[in-house]
């Protein structure tokens, strides 16, 4: 079997986008507010939006399973307040929830978390119990930083966040460290925003000791990393200047790279730094690199190619692309259990 697990439903229905705009129209005209409920959206749309598109590119690629969250970019928890955030959240991971019931053995859900710049990330830990208790959610995708490219969060190892670790390692669900849309017109949100959370993120837990207090917590770094594969010797060199420890004793018990990486040498880099055990199967497919590589004739988000021609022997290939993935997604390992697989 092989595992995506890292899917947005970036080709949502365009009632969607046509809610969250009259959501925020209604921030300054409360006239125009969309209907709590949510916008309407049959199951026929839903059909027509996933089967042309990531359905047909997981057939044509020979991917089994995605695990399907929210957009990314969409999150957007700069916009608005708490409530805002909370009554879109609560929308789109629905909407996962309903791709994921359509297609049972195809997408698994995600979800996004009511986040917003400035308030308790205490206050997400409902929609954490719901997505997973009631949504079957095996993940959640959480955004270091609110503010949309200005940092305002504390660092993940603040105790601040405590309330959501907490939350996780009891449901026994990792969490991907991903960002949403950039407000700050110094970083472009995915060549640049997406990349520096990555490996910020990184730097962060390098230079606390949130596994110390939490060592069943797990954390799933996107796009290969960012620069933490290709500067894996910069990290090491500052933590021995930081007296900390080497960061294969500290971090990687606990934190997980996925291979949404769009060419051929940096998946090689990748999975020579990192251990195999590390790595996790994805593409991010139908997201921020849609193109043709005209090198090569295929697309650049068509990372199973990469993979496969990196020279892994078969057992360390079936870790990367499925064994891992049921390891650190035990909810994920139950469902497909529960299928016969």
Same mark, same amino acid.
């Given at each position: 079997?092989?595992?995506?697990?890292?899917?947005?439903?970036?080709?949502?229905?365009?009632?969607?986008?046509?809610?969250?705009?009259?959501?925020?129209?209604?921030?300054?005209?409360?006239?125009?507010?969309?209907?709590?409920?949510?916008?309407?959206?049959?199951?026929?749309?839903?059909?027509?939006?996933?089967?042309?598109?990531?359905?047909?590119?997981?057939?044509?690629?020979?991917?089994?399973?995605?695990?399907?969250?929210?957009?990314?970019?969409?999150?957007?928890?700069?916009?608005?307040?708490?409530?805002?955030?909370?009554?879109?959240?609560?929308?789109?991971?629905?909407?996962?929830?309903?791709?994921?019931?359509?297609?049972?053995?195809?997408?698994?859900?995600?979800?996004?978390?009511?986040?917003?710049?400035?308030?308790?990330?205490?206050?997400?830990?409902?929609?954490?119990?719901?997505?997973?208790?009631?949504?079957?959610?095996?993940?959640?995708?959480?955004?270091?930083?609110?503010?949309?490219?200005?940092?305002?969060?504390?660092?993940?190892?603040?105790?601040?966040?405590?309330?959501?670790?907490?939350?996780?390692?009891?449901?026994?669900?990792?969490?991907?460290?991903?960002?949403?849309?950039?407000?700050?017109?110094?970083?472009?949100? !995915? +060549?640049? %925003?997406?990349?520096?959370?990555?490996?910020?993120?990184?730097?962060?837990? *390098? =230079?606390? /000791?949130?596994? &110390?207090?939490?060592?069943?917590?797990?954390?799933?770094?996107?796009?290969?990393?960012?620069?933490?594969?290709?500067?894996?010797?910069?990290?090491?060199?500052?933590?021995?200047?930081?007296?900390?420890?080497?960061?294969?004793?500290?971090?990687?018990?606990?934190?997980?790279?996925?291979?949404?990486?769009?060419?051929?040498?940096?998946?090689?880099?990748?999975?020579?730094?990192?251990?195999?055990?590390?790595?996790?199967?994805?593409?991010?497919?139908?997201?921020?690199?849609?193109?043709?590589?005209?090198? !090569? +004739?295929? %697309?650049?988000?068509?990372?199973?190619?990469?993979?496969?021609?990196?020279? *892994? =022997?078969? /057992?360390?290939? &079936?870790?990367?692309?499925?064994?891992?993935?049921?390891?650190?997604?035990?909810?994920?390992?139950?469902?497909?259990?529960?299928?016969?697989?």
């Amino acid at each position: 079997m092989i595992i995506d697990i890292h899917g947005h439903y970036t080709t949502a229905p365009a009632p969607l986008g046509q809610w969250r705009d009259a959501q925020v129209a209604a921030l300054t005209d409360p006239l125009r507010a969309p209907d709590p409920a949510g916008p309407a959206i049959g199951d026929d749309e839903i059909r027509a939006s996933i089967e042309t598109n990531q359905l047909r590119l997981m057939d044509e690629r020979g991917i089994d399973v995605t695990v399907f969250s929210p957009r990314a970019s969409f999150m957007a928890h700069h916009i608005g307040d708490f409530a805002t955030s909370a009554a879109w959240a609560r929308i789109c991971n629905d909407l996962c929830h309903r791709v994921s019931e359509l297609y049972p053995d195809r997408f698994v859900p995600g979800a996004m978390l009511p986040q917003s710049p400035g308030v308790d990330p205490a206050t997400v830990v409902p929609e954490i119990e719901r997505a997973v208790l009631e949504l079957g959610a095996v993940t959640v995708s959480l955004n270091p930083d609110p503010s949309g490219g200005h940092w305002t969060a504390p660092p993940l190892t603040d105790r601040s966040w405590y309330p959501v670790w907490e939350k996780l390692v009891e449901l026994d669900v990792p969490a991907m460290v991903h960002v949403s849309t950039s407000c700050n017109p110094a970083f472009h949100t !995915t +060549g640049a %925003h997406y990349l520096n959370a990555d490996t910020t993120a990184f730097m962060q837990l *390098l =230079t606390g /000791d949130l596994f &110390a207090d939490f060592p069943d917590l797990r954390l799933v770094i996107p796009h290969g990393g960012g620069a933490v594969p290709y500067h894996w010797g910069r990290f090491r060199g500052l933590a021995q200047a930081l007296g900390r420890p080497e960061p294969e004793e500290s971090l990687l018990r606990n934190v997980f790279f996925d291979t949404c990486v769009y060419h051929q040498p940096g998946i090689d880099l990748l999975l020579e730094v990192m251990p195999v055990e590390n790595v996790l199967f994805a593409s991010e497919m139908v997201g921020a690199v849609r193109g043709v590589d005209p090198r !090569t +004739g295929h %697309h650049f988000d068509d990372t199973r190619r990469y993979v496969e021609k990196a020279g *892994l =022997t078969p /057992d360390d290939l &079936a870790a990367v692309e499925e064994r891992n993935a049921r390891r650190v997604y035990p909810r994920l390992d139950a469902r497909l259990a529960a299928q016969g697989r």
